[in-house]
């Protein structure tokens, strides 16, 4: 099933785990990256962000949604730090930054810095792969200063971003030379990223097309692929393809959709095999889906139109609820209330 849809606005109240975050002044960066995945930077006694980071511009590694969740019920600046790409060594994988990645950022209302490693460790278990990659964090604090005086909003700043990637990319390329000559580890062709970029960088309608394709991929292949954290039952999986103002195309699935009458059902699926309900940042992976979805009122599938109604589906093993699970779910149904789309859990709606 192909479903295409449109968001014109984004409105969402969070109000799940809002989390207590570690708060650090801008010179302990290094530290704050070392020791916090999502953490408050103070800079002065006016300027402060809500920082998250990614491990990896790759989407669907390491939670990156969970992160940029915890801080979204901050109502200052938010910041994202993404490297613009990752390269684990030759043994290891090559991920790319995609311009569907900023531009969900942007209607999320996200400030994204692109970054890039530059230092790390060799890996113990592998010849020619690295580990605990850590950013150039002079280089992240001279533009979240810059950031303090900017006044348009994160739109702007981000496609001001993209337009920095060559520049950043030459950088990691050269960072990750020297990690090769400190730790002996061979990473993969220098040629093809530089090749990779200048293409792409071009133009940046060039970016955006190919961003998409690789995204339109990603999305064909996990339609059919049942991951082992997903328990579903009908097997129903779709595309959904969301398009907006700011010129996104984002390619998500739909672990089940369900086509009632006039109304679409959108299923997002998380499920734990050794625990009763799902972990947390697995359940804020999922409300990431549930942001978009409950903003998207109208769906269309082959010139048909339908009413869209998100569930958060969540399974587990059935061995009896703890007390915190029902803390969990009682605060998953609250916001889920607040903003018109259902959680589900073991087959009963909170």
Same mark, same amino acid.
């Given at each position: 099933?192909?479903?295409?849809?449109?968001?014109?606005?984004?409105?969402?109240?969070?109000?799940?785990?809002?989390?207590?975050?570690?708060?650090?002044?801008?010179?302990?960066?290094?530290?704050?990256?070392?020791?916090?995945?999502?953490?408050?930077?103070?800079?002065?006694?006016?300027?402060?962000?809500?920082?998250?980071?990614?491990?990896?511009?790759?989407?669907?590694?390491?939670?990156?949604?969970?992160?940029?969740?915890?801080?979204?019920?901050?109502?200052?600046?938010?910041?994202?730090?993404?490297?613009?790409?990752?390269?684990?060594?030759?043994?290891?994988?090559?991920?790319?930054?995609?311009?569907?990645?900023?531009?969900?950022?942007?209607?999320?209302?996200?400030?994204?810095?692109?970054?890039?490693?530059?230092?790390?460790?060799?890996?113990?278990?592998?010849?020619?792969?690295?580990?605990?990659?850590?950013?150039?964090?002079?280089?992240?604090?001279?533009?979240?200063?810059?950031?303090?005086?900017?006044?348009?909003?994160?739109?702007?700043?981000?496609?001001?971003?993209?337009?920095?990637?060559?520049?950043?990319?030459?950088?990691?390329? &050269?960072? *990750?030379?020297?990690?090769? /000559? $400190?730790?002996? %580890?061979?990473?993969?062709?220098?040629?093809? +990223?530089?090749? @990779?970029?200048?293409?792409?960088?071009?133009?940046?309608?060039?970016?955006?097309?190919?961003?998409?394709?690789?995204?339109?991929?990603?999305?064909?292949?996990?339609?059919?692929?049942?991951?082992?954290?997903?328990?579903?039952?009908?097997?129903?999986?779709?595309?959904?393809?969301?398009?907006?103002?700011?010129? &996104?195309? *984002?390619?998500?699935?739909? /672990? $089940?959709?369900? %086509?009632?009458?006039?109304?679409?059902?959108? +299923?997002?699926? @998380?499920?734990?095999?050794?625990?009763?309900?799902?972990?947390?940042?697995?359940?804020?992976?999922?409300?990431?889906?549930?942001?978009?979805?409950?903003?998207?009122?109208?769906?269309?599938?082959?010139?048909?139109?339908?009413?869209?109604?998100?569930?958060?589906?969540?399974?587990?093993?059935?061995?009896?609820?703890?007390?915190?699970?029902?803390?969990?779910?009682?605060?998953?149904?609250?916001?889920?209330?607040?903003?018109?789309?259902?959680?589900?859990?073991?087959?009963?709606?909170?």
């Amino acid at each position: 099933m192909d479903i295409w849809g449109e968001i014109q606005s984004l409105k969402y109240t969070q109000t799940f785990e809002n989390k207590k975050f570690n708060e650090y002044d801008l010179s302990n960066l290094k530290e704050a990256f070392e020791n916090d995945t999502s953490f408050m930077l103070y800079l002065d006694d006016i300027n402060k962000f809500a920082v998250s980071w990614w491990v990896s511009p790759k989407r669907t590694r390491s939670y990156p949604y969970a992160r940029v969740y915890n801080t979204l019920a901050y109502a200052g600046k938010r910041v994202t730090v993404i490297p613009v790409y990752k390269d684990e060594g030759k043994d290891g994988d090559r991920d790319f930054l995609q311009w569907d990645t900023i531009s969900l950022m942007s209607l999320l209302g996200v400030n994204v810095i692109i970054s890039y490693y530059e230092n790390a460790d060799k890996s113990i278990r592998y010849k020619n792969k690295i580990t605990n990659q850590r950013f150039d964090t002079e280089y992240i604090a001279s533009e979240i200063k810059r950031l303090v005086s900017y006044q348009s909003d994160p739109l702007h700043w981000n496609l001001e971003q993209v337009d920095k990637i060559i520049d950043l990319t030459k950088k990691a390329v &050269g960072a *990750y030379r020297k990690i090769s /000559d $400190e730790t002996g %580890v061979i990473m993969h062709s220098e040629k093809n +990223i530089l090749k @990779k970029i200048d293409y792409l960088m071009q133009y940046k309608e060039n970016f955006m097309l190919s961003s998409r394709k690789l995204a339109r991929a990603a999305q064909k292949r996990e339609v059919v692929t049942v991951q082992p954290k997903e328990k579903i039952y009908a097997n129903l999986k779709a595309s959904v393809t969301i398009t907006n103002f700011l010129g &996104g195309n *984002y390619c998500f699935t739909a /672990d $089940e959709a369900v %086509v009632k009458n006039n109304l679409l059902y959108l +299923i997002e699926a @998380k499920h734990s095999s050794n625990s009763t309900i799902p972990s947390i940042d697995d359940i804020k992976d999922g409300l990431i889906k549930m942001i978009l979805f409950s903003n998207l009122k109208v769906a269309t599938i082959e010139g048909e139109d339908y009413r869209i109604i998100p569930i958060l589906k969540l399974t587990g093993q059935n061995n009896g609820l703890t007390y915190k699970d029902k803390i969990i779910l009682t605060s998953l149904g609250e916001e889920a209330e607040i903003n018109g789309f259902i959680i589900e859990y073991d087959g009963g709606v909170l």
